[in-house]
């Protein structure tokens, strides 16, 4: 997402601070994009740091980057398994495209959140049949306390 939007990101970003209901909304929208309240906290900061926003619009976007992370999650909740083919086919399609254009980077994104849907998919299909396991219990106890 950084190598296709990253510039028009900051620069949405840098527009809608000026208010903080839009300083809100862009954190939402822009989160929802990379997926990554990190990536947005990061823009913000470097914005603070220089100057551009004050603490006010910059805690806004915080807060509208916690929001946009939090509805990924509920849509993520869903069973969209179904659509990680589609996802993958869409992306090689768009990657094909001449490089350096902002849909093959594009198409990049698609590819990576098709395969991860998918690995996701299958993960939870192998766990499933261990998750009573005694041996399970104990590994994931031990784990948890070093």
Do not use: C, W
Not at 106 to 112: A, K
Request: cysteine-free; glycine content about 12%.
């Amino acid at each position: 997402m950084q190598r296709a939007f990253g510039s028009k990101l900051r620069s949405i970003l840098g527009h809608a601070l000026r208010n903080r209901l839009r300083a809100f909304l862009a954190g939402v929208g822009i989160t929802a994009l990379p997926q990554s309240s990190t990536a947005t906290g990061l823009m913000t900061a470097g914005f603070a740091a220089e100057g551009l926003v004050g603490p006010v619009p910059a805690l806004a976007v915080m807060l509208g980057a916690h929001v946009g992370t939090t509805l990924i999650v509920q849509i993520l909740s869903f069973d969209i398994v179904l659509i990680s083919p589609a996802l993958i086919l869409l992306g090689m399609v768009m990657f094909r495209r001449d490089s350096g254009t902002p849909a093959h980077d594009l198409g990049r994104v698609f590819i990576g959140l098709g395969l991860m849907l998918l690995a996701l998919h299958q993960l939870l299909g192998l766990i499933t049949g261990y998750e009573d396991s005694p041996v399970l219990s104990l590994v994931l106890g031990a784990i948890s306390t070093s």
